[in-house]
Nanobody
Framework: QVQLVESGGGLVQAGGSLRLSCAASGRAFSSYAMGWFRQAPGKEREFVSAISWSGGSTSYADSVKGRFTISRDSAKNTVYLQMNSLRPEDTAVYYC???????????????????WGQGTQVTVSS
């Protein structure tokens, strides 16, 4: 089992940047594929980005492609989401998720993940 704790959210002006972190506790972090999702008020949770257990594969939602970058540091049991050129429509609670797997690809659906963090609020002002 793994526990996930997100950090790094906050209030930023449009065009600004934030880096979210997701610290994982528990064993075998390197065998978990990781993902970032977000949920705005009144909307469903949506996929943002994902990274394979090895870090060799990544994927992004079209809405963040070219602006967000996902990465992982297995030595620190941490996955990051670097968010640049933020827009008001990026405002949401951002969640980190983990899935135990040795599949070399990524997972983009909410139901595919086994563990979730509590979320961190990101607010982008116009």
């Amino acid at each position: 089992q793994v526990q996930l704790v997100e950090s790094g959210g906050g209030l930023v002006q449009a065009g600004g940047s934030l880096r979210l972190s997701c610290a994982a506790s528990g064993r075998a972090f390197s065998s978990y594929a990781m993902g970032w999702f977000r949920q705005a008020p009144g909307k469903e949770r949506e996929f943002v980005s994902a990274i394979s257990w090895s870090g060799g594969s990544t994927s992004y939602a079209d809405s963040v492609k070219g602006r967000f970058t996902i990465s992982r540091d297995s030595a620190k049991n941490t996955v990051y989401l670097q968010m640049n050129s933020l827009r008001p429509e990026d405002t949401a609670v951002y969640y980190c998720a983990a899935k135990s797997t040795y599949y070399r690809g990524t997972y983009t659906r909410v139901r595919e993940y086994d563990y979730w963090g509590q979320g961190t609020q990101v607010t982008v002002s116009s």
